[in-house]
């Protein structure tokens, strides 16, 4: 999985884009000291979230591409561009949340020593740049419902519901078909 995201990284960092798109200026480098993130965004913050079952849906702001799982139907893409605003929220929400700090501490095992977990299994891996350094942080629902996983959970719901899903791009996507039990 990882060799996959520094190929898409590469591949991005290779291609450049403009409008709001990555720029390509980032390299791969060590993760921020101490899990912080600067108070204003940094002007090279981009992320791809895949997100949901398998993974497969995914919105890319290094691309500027949207990526919508059809379940029984394979996958469909679009171009997805956030606004400077947009992503300004996004950020603001991923350091409100303390989105790095938080995902290290989602865990499947009780105080107890007993194992939770959820079916279907929701994964998230969210790839992103911060002041030139790529950082990667991933979960799944196969996990407690601990605030930590909630509040998780509630930023993956913030962008996909409030962001994405009221984009033209996304509403000109068709519907899937089936569903995952």
Known sequence: MKLLTIAILVIGLATGCSNNKWSGKATVTKPLQEDTM???????FHFKMSYGVGAKNE???????????LVLDGVVQTELVFTNEERERIYGEMKKIELLVRSKKVTNQTEDGSYCGSDPVESTIIS????????????TTDNCQTQDLLE??????????????????????????????
């Not at 919105?59 to 799982?69: A, N």
């Not at 992103?128 to 979960?139: A, F």
Request: proline share 5%; hydrophobic share 30%.
């Open 152 to 181: 998780l959970e509630g930023f993956v719901d913030f962008i996909h519901k409030e962001l994405i899903v009221t984009k033209k791009e996304y509403q000109k996507l068709p519907s899937g078909t089936g569903g995952y039990d």
């Open 128 to 139: 992103m740049v911060i002041n030139g350094e790529t950082l990667e942080v991933s979960w």
């Open 38 to 44: 600067p108070d204003k965004m940094p002007d090279d």
């Open 59 to 69: 919105i890319d702001t290094f691309k500027g591409v949207y990526t919508k799982d």
